[in-house]
C-alpha cells in the first residue's frame, strides 16, 4: 500500500488540542503531533472494535505482550521477558511514576536540559529535588553531552538519572559509546536510570536507536525504560504506553506506586497497538522517508532563507529546535512568530536551562504546511528587519 503522507485534513473539526489552542490564522508547529493519518490497519481494527459494540474491562492479552517483545526484538536487537513489561496510559505518566518509587526518601533527580517540559516537573511532584547537567551546544547547532557538567552534577543526594533518547527537542540520538559512559556513570554510584525512549522508532539514515538498557543485563536491572506506539504510529490519544523493567523487584515497586494506573488502559488504545505492532511496519517505512524529507527541506530552508537562525540535523524525532538567539529581536522568538507571522512553535524558555531564544518544530505535517510555515516566518522576519534599517 502506498501511503499519501501529503494529504491535507481539516482537524480543527475534531477535539485536537494542536489546531483548536489557537486562532483559526495560526499554523500549529507546536505540539509532538503529526498531521497524518494512522495506518490503515489501525483505523481498520478499531471500526471492527466499534462495530462489535461493546466496551467493558479489557484484558491485556499475552499476544500483546508477545508483539512488544517482539517488535523491541526485530527493532534494537534487545531481548526481553514478557514479565518485564508494565503497562501505563502514558510515557509522562510512567517517569512520574518512577520518581514516585523515590519517594519518602530525601535525593535528587539529574536531567540533561533543555529538555521535554514535563520531565522539569517530575522529581518535583515525588518531593525530589532536581539537578540540570546542561547538554553542550556545537558551532553547527547540534548537541553533546558535556561530560565535565555531567560528572560534576553527581552528589551524594542523587537517586536516578531522568534521560531523553532520542532527546527531545535537540534531535540528538545518542551513540553506544555515549550510552555506555552514561550508564557506568549511574551504576558506580547506585543511580537508578529512567530512560524516554517514546521516539525510538523515529531514527533517519546514518543513525540507530540503542536503548540503554539493552548494553549488558547489569544496566538493564537498573533502569526503567519507557517506550510508546503514540510517535511512531500518531496515536497520542488512545493512551497506551508501556515501562521495560527487568528487575523484579524494581518492577514491583513501580507497580505498587502506580496502583489503579498500570495495566489499566484504553480498549481502544489497547486495540490500535495491536494492530499498530502487527501491520504498521510497512507505513512506518515511508514514513520515515518523507519525514527525513521534510527534515532536510527544514535544514536547506533554515540555512537560505532564515538568516541569523540557527539549527542542528535532528538524528531522530520530527522536532527541530531553532536557535533564534543572533536574530536580535523586539521580544522572544516564540511571542514573536506567533504575532507576526502567525505561526505557533514551542516555546524554548519552557524546556528548562539553555532554552532561552529558541523555538521548536515540529515537521510531521504535509509538506505543503512546513513550507508554509516557513515562509511566514522568512516574511516576518524580513519586515522585521525593514523596520530596524
Known amino acids: 500500500m502506498q501511503y499519501n503522507f501529503d494529504k491535507l485534513i481539516d482537524r480543527r473539526l475534531s477535539e485536537c488540542v494542536k489546531w483548536n489552542a489557537f486562532e483559526a490564522d495560526v499554523l500549529p508547529m507546536w505540539v509532538a503531533d503529526m498531521d497524518f493519518e494512522s495506518p490503515r490497519s489501525v483505523t481498520e481494527a478499531l471500526e471492527a472494535r466499534v462495530e462489535h459494540g461493546f466496551f467493558g474491562y479489557p484484558q491485556l492479552s499475552d499476544d500483546l505482550r508477545g508483539l512488544v517483545v517482539d517488535w523491541i526484538a526485530s527493532q534494537y536487537h534487545w531481548e526481553i521477558q514478557p514479565t518485564d513489561l508494565v503497562f501505563v496510559p502514558g510515557v509522562v505518566t510512567g517517569f512520574n511514576l518512577a520518581c514516585q518509587t523515590l519517594r519518602g526518601r530525601p535525593g535528587s533527580v539529574l536531567l540533561q536540559p533543555p529538555i521535554y517540559p514535563p520531565m522539569l516537573k517530575a522529581p518535583l511532584q515525588a518531593s ?168 532536510d527541506t527544514l535544514l536547506q530552508f533554515v540555512r537560505s532563507r532564515l538568516p541569523g537562525v ?20 523586539p521580544e522572544d522568538p516564540y511571542h514573536f512568530f506567533l504575532k507576526n507571522a502567525r505561526v505557533a512553535l514551542g516555546d524554548g524558555e519552557t524546556f528548562g536551562p539553555g532554552g532561552e531564544g529558541f523555538v521548536r518544530l515540529n515537521f510531521g505535517c504535509p509538506r505543503q504546511v512546513l513550507l508554509e510555515a516557513l515562509e511566514r516566518m522568512e516574511s516576518a522576519l524580513q519586515s522585521a528587519a525593514a523596520l530596524n534599517e
Not at 535532528?314 to 536574530?327: F, H, I, S, V
Open 310 to 329: 540557527k539549527m542542528g540535523l535532528p538524528e531522530g524525532t520530527y522536532l527541530a529546535w531553532l536557535d533564534c538567539r543572533q536574530l536580535e529581536l
Open 128 to 295: 525530589l529535588d532536581r539537578k540540570d547537567a546542561l547538554l553542550m551546544q556545537t558551532a553547527g547547532g547540534e548537541y553533546q553531552v558535556d561530560w565535565d557538567r555531567f560528572e560534576r552534577s553527581f552528589d551524594l543526594t542523587t537517586r536516578m538519572f531522568l534521560f531523553c533518547n532520542p532527546h527531545n527537542p535537540t534531535g540528538r540520538v545518542f551513540r553506544q559509546e555515549e550510552l555506555e559512559r552514561l550508564a557506568q556513570a549511574c551504576l558506580q554510584r547506585g543511580v537508578l536510570i529512567c530512560s524516554d525512549e517514546i521516539h525510538c522508532d523515529l531514527v533517519y539514515s546514518g543513525h540507530r536507536h540503542i536503548p540503554i538498557a539493552s548494553l549488558d543485563p547489569e544496566i538493564a536491572r537498573n533502569s526503567i525504560t519507557l517506550m510508546a506506539p503514540s510517535k511512531t504510529f500518531n496515536l497520542a490519544g488512545l493512551k497506551f504506553a508501556f515501562a521495560v523493567i527487568p528487575d523484579a523487584g524494581l518492577r514491583q515497586s513501580y507497580q505498587d506506586v502506580g496502583w489503579g494506573l498500570v495495566n489499566h488502559l484504553n480498549l481502544m488504545g489497547i486495540c490500535a497497538a495491536q494492530a499498530a505492532y502487527e501491520a504498521g511496519q510497512d507505513w512506518l517505512r515511508q514514513l520515515l522517508i518523507y519525514l527525513e524529507e521534510n527534515r
